[in-house]
């Protein structure tokens, strides 16, 4: 499955985030996804997103300017909540992209805001054999799997994310139990490549929204578009 997200379309929510909120909820100061819509971002970031922005980071082909972004997050922040969330139903587990799921604190779970889950984009992947509720290795996870969390596959991954650093262990995946819905998340204090959907009701809140396109003057535009320019003018 090909990637189709990526840090560069985007604008990631910039800072050290040490603070931990629900994914959302009724109450808007626990709410994640509240705060972040507060600060002017749109949703949480998708995993594709982040993993691409860590790859291009340990690969020495960041921008400079974001560097520092990049370095925040891994070094200082323990992990964000992404606009996903998965569902295991036997062998097979659903992919929901920016679901609607709210904290319900009678139930103690996730459920939709709404009377109904709607979703922006849904995924099936193939898990046989793979257990709930404990972690595993990602190499174990299907090819399919791996390129859409990670946007690569295992091999060509960056070996910090492959087999881990001194500071952080290697990537590794807990699926909630069968039937449940629940946000996914990254990381966690010993870990920076790890996803989760296992019962961490708080993780950190990181937005981001659609990067601004800056759209040339007239003569930049005729010097980007001289055919244009030349075929107006004809008579």
């Given at each position: 499955m090909e990637s189709t997200y990526s840090y560069k379309n985007i604008e990631i929510e910039p800072g050290?985030?040490?603070?931990?909120?629900?994914?959302?909820?009724?109450?808007?100061?626990?709410?994640?996804?509240?705060?972040?819509?507060?600060?002017?971002?749109?949703?949480?970031?998708?995993?594709?997103?982040?993993?691409?922005?860590?790859?291009?980071?340990?690969?020495?082909?960041?921008?400079q300017k974001l560097i520092p972004l990049a370095e925040?997050?891994?070094?200082?922040?323990?992990?964000?909540?992404?606009?996903?969330?998965?569902?295991?139903?036997?062998?097979?587990?659903?992919?929901?992209?920016?679901?609607?799921l709210i904290w319900n604190e009678k139930k103690e779970?996730?459920?939709?805001?709404?009377?109904?889950?709607t979703f922006a984009g849904k995924h099936e992947f193939d898990i046989k054999?793979?257990?709930?509720?404990?972690?595993?290795?990602?190499?174990?996870?299907?090819?399919?799997?791996?390129?859409?969390?990670?946007?690569?596959?295992?091999?060509?991954?960056?070996?910090?994310?492959?087999?881990g650093t001194k500071e952080f262990s290697k990537a590794q995946v807990y699926l909630q139990q069968e039937g449940e819905i629940w946000p996914v998340g990254r990381g966690g204090y010993n870990s920076r490549f790890d996803l989760g959907s296992l019962s961490y009701y708080y993780r950190i809140s990181r937005g981001v929204r659609v990067a601004k396109i800056s759209t040339p003057n007239k003569n930049q535009f005729f010097k980007l578009h001289p055919l244009i320019f030349s075929a107006s003018t004809k008579k």
């Open positions: 050290v985030k040490k603070d931990f909120l629900h994914y959302d909820h009724p109450n808007s100061k626990k709410s994640s996804l509240q705060t972040l819509q507060e600060a002017g971002y749109q949703r949480h970031p998708h995993s594709q997103e982040l993993f691409s922005l860590f790859i291009d980071y340990f690969e020495g082909t960041l921008e925040d997050i891994l070094n200082q922040s323990y992990g964000e909540w992404f606009n996903i969330a998965n569902q295991r139903q036997g062998d097979i587990l659903t992919v929901f992209e920016n679901p609607n779970l996730y459920l939709p805001k709404e009377d109904s889950l054999g793979i257990p709930s509720q404990q972690w595993v290795d990602i190499e174990r996870f299907p090819e399919d799997f791996v390129r859409y969390f990670y946007t690569r596959k295992f091999k060509d991954l960056p070996e910090q994310i492959r087999k």
